[in-house]
Nanobody
Framework: QVQLVESGGGSVQAGGSLKLSCEGSGYHYSRYCLGWFRQVPGKKEEGIAAIGTDGRTDYADSVKGRFTISQENAQKTVYLQMDSLKPEDSGMYYC????????????????RGQGTQVTVSS
């Protein structure tokens, strides 16, 4: 059973940085791509980043150039480095997984973690 556990959320001033981590288990690293999406109350879920088994990445335009997704430990740990944060980046951030070698940032994910809150103040 795929399990994903996020950490690293918190509060930061606009322009600051945060790094989210996600520890995964229950899947084979060569068969799953990983990613992040976020949820703001009253808005649709927004897929923001994905990384494939070969390391290829894909980002939403809203975060491109500011956020970086990476992975290590045979793809069991995925990170989201968030720089130049804006108040509109505030929300609940979820780690996600889906079988497949490559995933787009806005794909429908099969598995998700419990989420970690990010708050950016102006």
């Amino acid at each position: 059973q795929v399990q994903l556990v996020e950490s690293g959320g918190g509060s930061v001033q606009a322009g600051g940085s945060l790094k989210l981590s996600c520890e995964g288990s229950g899947y084979h690293y060569s068969r799953y791509c990983l990613g992040w999406f976020r949820q703001v109350p009253g808005k649709k879920e927004e897929g923001i980043a994905a990384i494939g088994t070969d390391g290829r990445t894909d980002y939403a335009d809203s975060v491109k150039g500011r956020f970086t997704i990476s992975q290590e430990n045979a793809q069991k740990t995925v990170y989201l480095q968030m720089d130049s944060l804006k108040p509109e980046d505030s929300g609940m951030y979820y780690c996600a997984a889906r079988s497949g070698g490559y995933c787009y940032h806005d794909i429908l994910w099969s598995f998700r973690g419990q989420g970690t809150q990010v708050t950016v103040s102006s």
